[in-house]
């Protein structure tokens, strides 16, 4: 069987056949960069995006014997998409999840009883549908990645999104059960105009731009699919994924009892549904991790490539008392600030290359123990390991480092980016490659299991965690 996944990153599209038995057999990818018009504002070319996804796609599927029997797509959350139902084409720039431009928007929002952050669909398409049409005279669809991706595919025969992408339009009612009236009458967007949710695992319709018009079984966002890709799928299995930023994801049984935020910060997410049942867990968010070893190899030239980072914090046993907080663009759980920012403390005239780069990486490591300990508080579960991928997940400085921090043993995983088979996962679910979850879990082989062996301060980490907050007042009194 030949399972055909499409992942939508923040800068590619890649197109993957995975083989249950023998891995990624065939893969194609694409640059789809991002602009940014103005600082905060993120915004992407949806029509090169879909060219994108058929040349990939077709290339991949054209390079193996035999035909696709399935297809999965994965996809970054929350990205924005607004285009003509009856043209299909996209009516202005697609909006980056981390575009900040309806922050203003949300503040008005929150006075009127809605609250809602930026970086979800709601404001994003209201602020695209109000640019190029204030009267909402035309036939629009909004969407997200996964639903342009899947218009794009049946040809604009489906406009569906699943439900781990639905959680993060910002437009359900609290049990995600229905679109929110009143959320819709506030942004003034036509239920109309919105998907249709689906399952994450199940068909949903035919991809027939490609041959074969192979059925779509798997719709899962990216840090959804990264969790099956790791095999969490049993409560208190947790994972957390290192790109720019860092997201860990918790599995729970039922859904946690808060509705938008725990007091340790994290946020309810569906993990994945199947036969009209959700799966819940909880999410714990670093808004800036792999982007402070970028800060160090691209700003500070410190660093020639990220991988150095592990050479060069090698040349020293400590970080001698140096402590890094990675709040280049504020801090997530357990505490949100947007005022934060980035500190490094306690240097002196021996501090150089070796320990600036060591406490760079500890610091990001100290960060993801907060994120543990917030998902353990919300949660009332121990997360006895941390299952791990993303590019820092190679990097072996770093990885011992994170062990110590959280005092408890990393699993690695077996593949560097866990988003594709978790796409692979979940459309091989959905025409039975895998009998169930539980054989998914059963599969969990990790690259290797780094032990904790030694320790850090975590109260005078706290005390850096608080030199770093406020430095922006104005901005760290934003709340969502």
Sequence with gaps: ???????????AVRASVVHPERGVVASQHREV?????????????????AAAVVEVAKAAASAIDGPIDAVGVANQRASTIVWDRNTGE???????????????DCL???????????????????????????????????G?????????????????????????YGLLT?????????????????EVSLPKVVDSIGIVGDATVLQGAPPIAGVLGDQQASLLGQSCVNPGQAKATFGTGAMLDMCLDSRPEFQTQGTGGTFPIVTRSSNGQRSWGIEAVMLAAGTNIEWLRDDLGIIASAEQSHTVASQCESSDGVSYVPALLGLGAPVWDYGARG????????????????????????????????????????????????????????LQALADATARPIEVSPVLEATTLGAAYGAGLGVGAWADEQEIAD??????????????????????????????????????
Excluded: Y
């Design 33 to 49: 960069l991002p602009s940014t018009p103005a600082p905060g504002l993120v915004e992407f070319d949806a029509s090169e995006l």
């Design 174 to 190: 609290q049990d995600q059960s229905n679109w929110d009236a009143q959320a819709l009458t506030l942004l003034n967007i036509p």
């Design 443 to 480: 599969r969990w082989a990790p690259r290797a299991t780094v032990e904790p062996v030694g320790s850090f301060d975590r109260d005078r980490w706290r005390d850096s965690l608080k030199r770093s907050r406020e430095w922006f007042p104005e901005l760290s009194a934003i709340s969502f």
């Design 108 to 142: 008005t929002l929150a006075d009127q009883g809605l609250r809602v952050a930026p970086n979800l669909l709601a404001t994003k398409a209201a602020n695209i549908w109000n640019s190029v049409d204030p009267e909402r005279n035309r036939d629009l669809c909004i």
């Design 90 to 104: 996209p009516v202005g720039p697609a909006l980056g999840w981390q575009d900040l431009r309806t922050v203003f």
């Design 343 to 398: 500190t490094l403390l306690g240097l002196t005239r021996g501090s150089g290359r070796p320990q600036i780069v060591r406490a760079v990486l500890e610091g990001i490591a100290q960060r993801a123990a907060d994120l543990v300990e917030a998902a353990e508080t919300d949660s009332g579960l121990t997360i006895a390991s941390l299952r791990v991928d993303g590019g820092m997940s190679a990097n072996p400085t770093f």
């Design 1 to 11: 069987m030949n399972l055909l996944v499409i992942d939508v990153g923040t800068s």
């Design 144 to 168: 997200t990645v996964d639903s342009w991706v899947i218009w794009t595919l049946s040809q604009g025969s489906l406009h569906v999104t699943d439900s781990t992408n639905a959680a993060l």
